[in-house]
């Protein structure tokens, strides 16, 4: 969540064994998370059995256990949760809404699902709706790096230039090693046409990282605009941001 590259951003998966492991990948995956830091999941857990089966990426199983869960206790927030993860991971979008909903109006206000949410309306090429939804995920979650990413990334599609270049640089004063976050900036200061910022990010990251493709490729996309050989449009979409 493009030809030359507009990849999707990455989803986050927070396992029950509290690990957070944020992949850029070419298709999201969604976020499980058992975390016990919030109100509504201090006073619940999910079922230990069923969340292995999760961590183990079985998720027929996981959607069987985490099914049985709330048929014997419907108002389990963090159950319904870690049910949507799974059917989304097993692509079904319109359940995995379902039972992200259902989290949330049981009182469930974690980070990790609200960045969810709004990754899958990424997904569903809803930006304005994501837009909202991650701005709470950056609410609850400030100091995540991937949550300023995310909504630096719909900001961009959404040609919110100047509030997606300040939601990565703050993803990347949290986290300065994302790449990801790093090439995005270059797209754009270049959609804002200020190409040298551009040349110069793109330039440093090739330096620091020569395998990473994307900065790579806008570089030379970038540099043969410089030297005339083709015209950069107003909104350069042809530069890639992800692998």
């Not at 492991?21 to 998370?33: E, K, L, N």
């Not at 991937?146 to 719909?154: A, K, Q």
């Not at 015209?231 to 042809?238: C, E, M, Q, V």
């Amino acid at each position: 969540m493009h030809t030359v590259l507009f990849g999707r951003c990455g989803l986050i998966l927070p396992l029950s064994f509290a690990v957070a492991v944020f992949v850029v990948t070419q298709r999201p995956r969604i976020v499980f998370a058992a975390s016990q830091t919030n109100s509504a999941s201090q006073e619940q857990v999910c079922d230990p059995l069923a969340d292995y089966f999760l961590g183990m990426e079985d998720y027929p199983e996981a959607i069987k256990r985490h099914q049985e869960v709330i048929r014997n206790n419907p108002d389990n927030a963090l159950a319904h949760y870690h049910l949507g993860f799974a059917y989304g991971v097993t692509g079904d979008h319109q359940r995995e809404l379902a039972e992200y909903e259902k989290a949330v109006n049981l009182g469930l206000s974690d980070w990790q699902l609200f960045l969810n949410l709004g990754l899958l309306d990424m997904e569903e090429n809803h930006p304005d709706e994501a837009s909202a939804v991650l701005r709470l995920a950056t609410l609850l979650g400030p100091y995540r790096p991937e949550t300023h990413f995310n909504l630096g990334l719909v900001y961009e599609r959404l040609g919110k230039f100047q509030n997606s270049e300040q939601e990565l640089l703050l993803s990347l004063r949290l986290d300065p090693k994302q790449v990801d976050a790093r090439n995005t900036l270059g797209v754009v200061y270049a959609e804002e046409g200020n190409y040298q910022r551009a040349h110069d990010e793109w330039a440093d990251l090739v330096n620091t990282d020569p395998d990473f493709t994307p900065a790579r490729a806008n570089l030379a996309i970038l540099e043969r605009i410089e030297r005339g050989e083709i015209k950069g449009p107003g909104r350069l979409s042809g530069f890639a941001h992800a692998p």
